[in-house]
């Protein structure tokens, strides 16, 4: 398996495997419009040794309080159904922090399942004064320091883009 940034030749392959991932085509719907709003800031997807497209993950920009401190937050994240097992998601998870670190973005956010989350390090966000304008259960919200000290005086409410508004 390859782990690698997004290509303008995958495009088609990531809405088929957001399709087959998720229930409804509301992933699909929203990586389309962030993509065509330009609100990507790091993309990578999971190729099979064939050069199948079998995972996704994405980091879009948040905002604490109004104000751009370069956060970002992870979703969607995707693993075709077949593949599922193999820890791919975990594996672009990792890859996608270590980017994010190595690019100087100091924090990530996620809104998900708990269980999951936390072997990537993610720890609830409600620990550091910190909320969600997304409509999700408080310990859903969680958050991982890339860069010490990055979120320690930081606190209020953490904004998706607008885009996110329509899931």
Same mark, same amino acid.
């Given at each position: 398996?390859?782990? +690698?940034?997004?290509?303008?030749?995958?495009?088609? *392959?990531? @809405? *088929?495997? /957001?399709?087959?991932?998720?229930?409804?085509?509301?992933?699909?719907? /929203?990586?389309?419009?962030?993509?065509? #709003?330009? +609100?990507?800031? /790091?993309?990578?997807?999971?190729?099979?040794?064939?050069?199948?497209?079998?995972?996704?993950?994405?980091?879009?920009?948040?905002?604490?309080?109004?104000?751009?401190?370069?956060?970002?937050?992870?979703?969607?994240?995707?693993?075709?159904?077949?593949?599922?097992?193999?820890?791919?998601?975990?594996?672009?998870?990792?890859?996608?922090?270590?980017?994010?670190?190595?690019?100087?973005?100091?924090?990530?956010?996620?809104?998900? @399942?708990?269980?999951?989350?936390?072997? *990537?390090?993610?720890?609830?966000? @409600?620990?550091?004064?910190?909320?969600? #304008? +997304?409509?999700?259960?408080?310990?859903?919200?969680?958050? #991982?320091?890339?860069?010490? #000290?990055?979120? *320690?005086?930081?606190?209020?409410?953490?904004?998706?883009?607008?885009?996110? @508004?329509?899931?």
């Amino acid at each position: 398996m390859l782990i +690698r940034t997004e290509a303008p030749a995958d495009i088609l *392959s990531i @809405d *088929s495997l /957001l399709k087959a991932a998720y229930p409804t085509h509301a992933e699909a719907e /929203l990586v389309m419009s962030l993509r065509e #709003n330009g +609100r990507f800031t /790091l993309s990578l997807v999971a190729c099979s040794d064939e050069g199948q497209v079998i995972g996704y993950a994405l980091f879009t920009a948040v905002t604490i309080g109004g104000e751009e401190l370069n956060w970002q937050a992870l979703e969607p994240i995707a693993v075709l159904p077949e593949a599922r097992g193999e820890h791919i998601g975990q594996q672009l998870i990792a890859e996608g922090l270590e980017t994010l670190a190595e690019l100087g973005y100091p924090v990530c956010v996620v809104v998900g @399942d708990d269980a999951y989350y936390k072997q *990537s390090g993610f720890v609830p966000a @409600d620990k550091f004064s910190l909320s969600c #304008n +997304r409509h999700t259960a408080t310990s859903e919200f969680q958050i #991982n320091e890339l860069l010490p #000290n990055s979120i *320690s005086l930081q606190q209020g409410e953490v904004s998706y883009s607008p885009e996110f @508004d329509t899931e």
